[in-house]
């Protein structure tokens, strides 16, 4: 199965760097990829890796290291409408089931 | 790019009535369909894998008679929750594999309120 934890919630400022983290127990996975997710919305697709580095997208960074069993997910120059969930997620390997972690709230104030 | 359609948005309902959610792609095919639960606050629970033209496959502890999963045809599968109780009120939303960023598209979403 794939067990997936992170931090329940991260609280920072605007303006601020944020690291949220992922370990993970998998049996067999394509790769890790992150989600936001704002109240009442669905899950919209941020971040992937596939092998292990950092993947820069904009003001987001995620980073992978399969031999640890952990990612990361950077948030750089955060701004208010970044205030939201955030969800690590891996493909099952064997029946492609996009399987969640426990998600992150975070929140930035002014 | 691929759009999955959920409809309703939002749904009230007396204890006791039966809700269908449909998810329909828009322009594309969809053979899978995932249908996930969350509850406030907590993480999007897998639960069932829905293959058109086959029945669906259930996780563990979600019972198959009371959320019944119809995928008739390649663009639309439909979720009914049965004699639904407050505690089946969530957040239920569908995903289809094989398109979108990292290969799922999300439909919007629906909220359940049972009362």
């Known amino acids: 199965g794939q067990s997936l934890e992170q931090p329940s919630e991260v609280t920072a400022v605007e303006g601020a760097i944020v690291q949220i983290n992922c370990t993970y127990q998998t049996s067999g996975f394509y790769g890790l990829s992150w989600y936001q997710q704002h109240d009442g919305g669905a899950p919209t697709f941020l971040s992937y890796n596939a092998l292990d580095g950092l993947e820069e997208t904009g003001r987001f960074s995620s980073f992978l290291s399969r031999s640890d069993s952990y990612g990361y997910l950077l948030l750089q120059e955060l701004q208010m409408k970044d205030s939201a969930s955030y969800f690590c997620?891996?493909?099952?390997?064997?029946?492609?089931?996009?399987?969640f972690g426990t998600g992150t709230r975070l929140q930035v104030f002014p | 790019g691929a759009v999955v359609s959920q409809h309703p948005s939002w749904v009230i309902c007396k204890s006791g009535t039966s809700v269908k959610i449909e998810c329909r792609s828009l322009d594309f095919q969809a053979t899978t369909m995932f249908w996930y639960r969350q509850f406030p606050k907590q993480s999007l629970m897998l639960m069932a894998t829905s293959n058109e033209g086959s029945k669906a496959t259930y996780e563990q502890g979600v019972e198959k008679d009371k959320f019944l999963i119809n995928h008739a045809s390649l663009t639309l599968s439909t979720l009914t929750v049965t004699s639904a109780h407050p505690e089946d009120s969530s957040f239920y939303i569908c995903?289809?594999?094989?398109?979108?960023?990292?290969?799922?598209?999300f439909g919007s979403g629906t909220r359940l309120t049972v009362v």
């Open positions: 997620a891996v493909r099952d390997w064997d029946t492609d089931k996009l399987i």
């Open positions: 995903s289809a594999e094989g398109t979108g960023p990292y290969g799922y598209t």
